[in-house]
């Protein structure tokens, strides 16, 4: 049950943390942005479905990425994102790497809840309460509205509900009494922001958990640059003159093919430049599609004539591993001076699961040799170890664990 507030007094953020959960959670659920091709998408209700081409969208899409770890604010970042949504041959508008066919680009339900808290590593819903500071305040069937507090999230995990959604805003009437609630949460086909009467949510929700994030770790600030670029920029709004189908600023894995669009007004020369070393050159006509299989390496595509260009990297991991005792030695080199190593995530049977566990955390030792050592989960079948670099997090193909 949504309604109006305009006669109600919303609850304002105290703190500069509640501020930049609220703002980090505006930025997903209240950005506006017009595809320019159909977003495959899907719902419970309707199935396979679409957001169709030329109608305004508010709130990122959502789909889950696991085969390819495609996850806005994790591996995609505002600035990629943007640069995608004006080129048609984007991974945005590419079915067929997401859960159901979705958009090959996505954030899931945890994800906006993570983001919005300032929590950077990827936590299964299932693993919710494993989060370092992160406790119940009241159980299932039993939240009261005194227990509510801003940035607050509701949890579930069973009995068909596996759901993390936030609250961001607590209305009261002019009498200081709690009449609404304000969730914001990915749910597909895009985040949104609901506001539910305290009666009817008390309802609703009465298989959720109540929860509350108490930060062990420096809270991070809003980072303001980002914000800036997502509501000011105006990359989404002009198409560019060439890039790629990943987006500006991304990553690639050795052996993904990489499409250029060329869309100028004229023909011109794209000059190919991989760690500052020109490779290749080749004339193109105003409007054209190339696609290369290209070698690891910092890559900078540029129109020689118009100066339009794109960047981003293709990456390789040399991982290994060996097993004794019911434990697992992984050896991970990600090729790649500028790649840091930031943690290794066990996973159940399949290649497209979410993770088993949290994410393995890595000593500096750890991260500094590519070497670590960790007992193998019950149910453990895969692994992948996660890097990061200037344009993100990027991880390897899921490894399965021969025993």
Not at 60 to 81: C, H
Not at 343 to 363: H, N, W
Request: glycine letters at 6%; hydrophobic letters at 35%; a negative charge.
């Amino acid at each position: 049950m949504e309604f109006l507030t305009k006669d109600y007094i919303s609850t304002l953020p105290q703190t500069d943390w509640e501020k930049a959960v609220i703002r980090r959670a505006r930025q997903l659920t209240d950005f506006k942005w017009t595809p320019v091709r159909d977003v495959p998408s899907y719902t419970k209700a309707e199935g396979y479905t679409i957001l169709p081409a030329g109608v305004e969208v508010c709130g990122f899409p959502y789909a889950s990425t696991e085969g390819k770890d495609k996850f806005f604010t994790e591996n995609v970042s505002f600035e990629t994102f943007l640069s995608a949504i004006p080129n048609p041959y984007s991974k945005l508008y590419q079915p067929g790497t997401a859960a159901f066919n979705a958009c090959s680009y996505g954030i899931v339900c945890n994800g906006l809840a993570r983001y919005a808290l300032g929590i950077k590593r990827r936590v299964s819903t299932a693993k919710w309460l494993t989060i370092p500071g992160m406790r119940v305040v009241a159980p299932k069937g039993q939240i009261k509205a005194e227990d509510i507090r801003l940035c607050d999230n509701l949890w579930a995990f069973g009995e068909g509900r596996n759901h993390v959604a936030l609250i961001t805003d607590i209305l009261k009437d002019n009498n200081g009494k709690v009449v609404a609630l304000e969730i914001s949460e990915a749910i597909r086909p895009h985040c949104t922001r609901r506001i539910f009467e305290l009666e009817y949510f008390l309802e609703r929700w009465n298989l959720y958990s109540l929860c509350r994030y108490e930060p062990t770790d420096k809270i991070p600030p809003l980072d303001k640059e980002s914000d800036d670029i997502l509501w000011n920029s105006g990359i989404e709004k002009v198409t560019p003159k060439i890039t790629v189908d990943n987006g500006n600023k991304s990553n690639y894995l050795v052996g993904d093919q990489v499409l250029i669009t060329v869309n100028a007004d004229r023909a011109d020369t794209v000059m190919i430049y991989n760690n500052g070393e020109l490779i290749d050159s080749f004339i193109v006509g105003a409007k054209a599609f190339v696609a290369r299989n290209l070698s690891k390496g910092y890559y900078k595509i540029m129109l020689e004539r118009d100066g339009a260009c794109v960047e981003f990297a293709v990456n390789r991991a040399n991982i290994s591993y060996t097993l004794s005792n019911g434990e697992i030695t992984v050896t991970a080199d990600p090729c790649d001076e500028k790649s840091t190593i930031l943690y290794a995530d066990f996973r159940q049977a399949g290649t497209g699961c979410a993770s088993l566990e949290k994410y393995e955390e890595l000593t500096d030792e750890e991260k500094q040799s590519g070497v670590f050592t960790r007992p193998i989960p019950d149910g453990g079948e895969n692994f992948k170890v996660y890097f990061e670099n200037e344009y993100g997090v990027w991880t390897h193909p899921m490894i399965k664990i021969e025993k």
